[in-house]
Structures are given as C-alpha cells and as structure tokens.
C-alpha cells in the first residue's frame, strides 16, 4: 500500500467527500502515470481522481504525486508499469464505498499494441485490475484520466 502524506489523506477525504455528496449521474475515473528520471535513479509516479459532475458538467481532480528510486533498466518498464496499476488500484480500493452505483472506471497508460514497450505489462495490469476490483481497466486510447491527466503530472 502506498504510505499517504497527511497532505495525501486531507485529498483522499476532500475527494471521498465531493463523491459521496455527488449525484448518482456523476462519473468518477482513477488513473496513474509515472515516469522515470532523466538520470534513471527515480520514477515520478501521479495518480489522480476524477469527478466528473453529474456526467455533464465540469469536475474535480485529486492527485497523489510521489517518487521512488529505480532498480530497474531504462529498456524493460515492465516493473514500473505494474506499479502503475497497483498505485490506481490502491487508490481506488480508497474511495470504492464512496463509488456506489455511479459509473466509474480505471485507466492504465498501457499501450494494446504489441509493438510499444508499454504493453509488456498489459496481461499481468488487467488480471490484477480484475482480481482486486472486479472491473476491466481501460487501456490506451481509452485511458485518458491516465495518458492526460496524470500524465501532466509526472513533467
């Protein structure tokens, strides 16, 4: 489990908070990102929460942004990619109650095509997705709360 900052707790409760006091119409979507350092001694994960109000209207994000050092090499991301969806899963499993019957998904900023690196976790991301949450991730080019918003984050 990912260690929250009081600051990331003050969020997860604000978060909980606007989710429970929204209407049934409303959308929430967790998705994670993360990127490695220039130096390739760190990955800069970001994980947000979004709520989009009433399914129409505008909405709220939450981020978690945290590092870690890296172990792994720059050429196989498989790792750091799992990690991704164990931190989207986390938070999710944080506001799942909040959830309720509203529509909600989790995106991973994986890749379906075979031919980018970022698919060599796809099969292990969905089974965990699936085992923990009982729901199917979505995927690039679905995956925007992770490809855009997170995504924007992790710069």
């Known amino acids: 489990m990912y260690d929250y900052t009081p600051e990331d707790l003050q969020k997860l409760a604000a978060a909980k908070e606007a989710i429970r006091m929204s209407s049934p119409s409303s959308r929430v979507y967790v998705g994670c990102d993360s990127k490695r350092a220039r130096r390739g001694t760190q990955i800069k994960y970001a994980t947000v929460i979004i709520l989009h109000h009433d399914g129409k209207h505008g909405g709220s ?57 970022s698919n060599s976790a796809v099969k292990e991301a969905l089974g965990f997705v ?5 729901i199917d991730a979505k995927l690039k080019p679905e995956a925007w709360a992770s490809t855009s918003a997170a995504d924007k984050l992790t710069h």
């Not at 959830?99 to 995106?107: A, M, N, Q, V, Y």
């Open 61 to 117: 994000m939450w981020s978690f942004v945290h590092r870690e050092d890296d172990y792994g090499p720059a050429n196989a991301p498989k790792v750091r990619l799992i990690n991704e969806a164990y931190y989207a899963v986390d938070v999710a499993s944080q506001i799942v109650e909040q959830i309720g019957d509203r529509h909600f998904e989790l995106h991973l900023d994986l890749n379906t095509d075979p031919r980018y690196k």
């Open 130 to 134: 699936l085992g923990m949450l009982g």
